[in-house]
């Protein structure tokens, strides 16, 4: 068999198919108007995709557009509250009519959580599991047909290091991104004869305003920046870094600096990782 054969042979079952620009590419980007999702809207911007963008704040996120739409892009800006299903669905019908297509969505809205398990109601258990789970799964079975139908998209779901092991005051976010973890590793063996991507993206410590909105027991946002987030990655390092594991179709990514250690140590030496998680701030 020669070289181009077994090239032909491997693009049908998918193994080449990976996409090598996003240029006039759909992209839907929830948690679109701070942080990473800021971030990979510019970054998709730039490489002239067709980008989609929501979160609650109608202002931040028309600000972001305006500065992807300098890069040449189209945006469509689709303020809601990803826990709301039924301004979800209408979002989707929205977006279906105004884009046609979606070819790449990426699940990234979310919140963390700065409390004990001691003292956190089980509301607040409640709510992380809503938006950090439930809310991307929906959103993926309103858009996984299409996707099926065509024989082409790709899902990104933005976990965390904290979907990888448990790290303490974060009890409910560890459950929830574990889950997406379970639920996108199980979904991508479901689509492995289509062609239908799934990656799943896991960030260390990303400077982001991501403690500052984390969830306390009060239910109120913590406000605080961490010293961890304020050292970690900038978050257009970590959106450039998403966009090369999604044109590598990588399926599951670590993405940070010196914190990810703990991802092996809890690997391949979980003793030192029950006497350093107590620690980690
Ligand atoms: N930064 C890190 O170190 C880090 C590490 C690991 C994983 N992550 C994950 O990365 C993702 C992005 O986090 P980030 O660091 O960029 O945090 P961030 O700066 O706080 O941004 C969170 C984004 O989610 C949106 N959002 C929150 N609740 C929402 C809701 N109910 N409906 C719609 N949008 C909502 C926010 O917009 P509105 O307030 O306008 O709704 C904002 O755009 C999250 O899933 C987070 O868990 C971050």
């Given at each position: ?88 669905e209408a979002a989707v019908v ?22 004990v398990a001691l003292e956190s ?84 410590r990303i400077q982001t305003e ?72």
């Open positions: 068999m020669s070289y181009t054969e077994m090239r032909s042979g491997y693009r049908q079952i998918g193994y080449f198919h990976h996409m090598q620009n996003f240029n006039q590419k759909v992209v839907w980007i929830t948690g679109a108007s701070g942080g990473i999702g800021e971030a990979l809207a510019y970054a998709f911007a730039r490489e002239g995709a067709r980008l989609i963008l929501t979160a609650r704040h109608a202002d931040k996120l028309n600000r972001v557009a305006v500065t992807c739409r300098k890069s040449g892009g189209q945006v469509l800006v689709v303020p809601l509250d990803v826990t709301d299903l039924t301004a979800l929205q977006v279906k009519t105004e884009m046609d297509q979606v070819d790449l969505l990426v699940l990234n809205a979310g919140q963390s959580q700065r409390s109601p089980l509301s607040l258990d409640r709510a992380l599991m809503e938006l950090n789970f439930f809310s991307p799964v929906a959103l993926t079975k309103f858009i996984l047909p299409d996707m099926i139908r065509r024989d082409e998209g790709h899902i990104v779901a933005i976990s965390s290091l904290a979907g990888k092991f448990g790290v303490p005051r974060r009890t409910a976010y560890c459950a929830s991104k574990h889950a997406i973890q379970g639920f996108f590793e199980a979904l991508n063996a479901e689509v492995a004869r289509t062609r239908v991507k799934v990656t799943i993206v896991s960030p260390g991501i403690s500052l909105h984390a969830l306390t027991k009060e239910g109120v946002e913590h406000g605080q920046m961490d010293k961890g987030q304020l050292e970690g990655m900038p978050a257009d390092l970590c959106a450039a870094k998403i966009l090369r594991a999604i044109k590598k179709d990588k399926k599951d990514v670590l993405i940070g600096r010196k914190e990810l250690i703990m991802y092996f140590i809890h690997k391949w030496l979980p003793f030192l990782y029950y006497r350093l998680i107590p620690n980690i701030k």
